[in-house]
């Protein structure tokens, strides 16, 4: 972790300062390591840290600025991580710019994001394999039953992914009513 420090010099002795923008700078740096760490790129990660450090909503260009990235490229990353949750676009009545906020529960986030991967990549494909199988099995095709090996695995890793991430979901959501019952 960066830690930054103000050093002020008063007299003969050093104190470190800790106001409140060395607390959010120093923050929005663990946020962005946190999230670059994730495989996410550096304006992503960027933009991700400065949101969640910020208490009221951000325009495009107000990130833009923030960031020192061309307003077309923020407003790209900024769909991006609107489709993956993390962030919310909100438009106020009366007004054509965008706003955006992070989604700062991170337990919603996390179960938004596994629920995405099963209903997404996870339940079509249990759906779909089971009749690929079958013609793949009433093939008599040349590599057929090397193909079928591989189909056969694919599936059942399909089937524990899906109980894997059920149960992740039933932990994460009894976690979550306990966390927001203190």
Not at 106 to 111: A, C, E, G, R
Not at 123 to 131: H, N, R
Not at 132 to 143: D, F, H, T, Y
Not at 173 to 182: A, H, I, L, R, S
């Amino acid at each position: 972790m960066l830690f930054i420090l103000f050093i002020v010099i008063t007299g003969n002795s050093v104190k470190y300062g800790n106001n409140m923008n060395t607390v959010k700078k120093e923050f929005e740096t663990l946020v962005y390591q946190s999230i670059k760490s994730q495989g996410l790129d550096e304006l992503h990660s960027k933009l991700i840290a400065i949101l969640y450090s910020e208490p009221d909503l951000m325009t495009l260009k107000e990130l833009s600025e923030k960031t020192n990235y061309s307003f077309s490229a923020v407003s790209a990353a900024m769909n991006f991580l609107n489709k993956l949750y993390i962030v919310e676009k909100i438009k106020k009545g009366g007004s054509k710019k965008l706003y955006f906020s992070v989604q700062r529960d991170m337990i919603k986030v996390t179960l938004d994001q596994v629920k995405s991967k099963n209903e997404l990549m996870v339940e079509p494909a249990i759906l779909k394999l089971p009749a690929i199988i079958q013609r793949c099995k009433k093939s008599k095709a040349e590599g057929s039953e090397e193909m079928l090996q591989i189909l056969d695995q694919y599936y059942q890793q399909m089937i524990a992914l899906d109980k894997i991430l059920k149960y992740l979901v039933e932990i994460t959501e009894k976690v979550q009513k306990e966390v927001n019952t203190k």
